[in-house]
């Protein structure tokens, strides 16, 4: 316009730039048993793994499972066994660094139907970087004649999620019996879970030194 900015008449459908029409995901299972009267196994392996449903920057999620399960007769009256499970999943979700937090808040309310995701130049519109833009290239934008920043390409965030859990018990199994009218059976055991969370979370507005491009 005579202001020299750029002026929009557009009709832009956010929730249809923020998610992909289709996502892959996959998921695998594999699996073996055997024994005999002396000894027995089982044993199952998963994986799941999602793409994601953002069309920038898509989030993931991949998961691992693995299942064991074993027994041995040591004598007719003695038996050992074991139950062992292993999880490993990872979650990586892009954030947004605006006062609105969620992406969707930031579509509601922060970026205008009439509003494009880019200038004309290629730089984002202020509505495209408070929002879908944001995942991508980070929140920052220019209009022309007057600068409109919330942050540069170094104002950054993204969030790792890892979690591992292990669990395994071990018991063995005592049974006899007397005087062929009475029975005894005894078990004990032992388990032990232990489950670890790890989240990884990067944010920086503003760098330190001016000639550094990003963090």
Known sequence: NSNGRYTYYYNTDWYDELYKDYFFGQEHNISAQGGNDKASFYVSGRYYGQGGIYEKNADSYDSWNVRAKGDVKVTKWLKFGNNFEYNNVYYYNPLLNSRYGTVWHAIDNGSPIMS??????????????????????????????????????????????????????????????FADAHDLKIMAGFNYEKSLTKTLTVKRNNLLYESAASI
Not at 121 to 143: E, F, H, K, R
């Open 116 to 177: 494009p995701m880019f200038n004309p130049d290629g730089t984002l519109t202020m509505a495209g970087a408070i929002g879908v833009g944001g995942l991508l290239y980070g929140n920052s934008c220019t209009q022309v004649g007057v600068i409109q920043t919330m942050g540069t390409t170094n104002f950054f965030a993204e969030q790792h999620n890892k979690m591992n859990y292990l669990a395994s018990n071990v018991y063995a199994e005592y049974s006899d019996k």
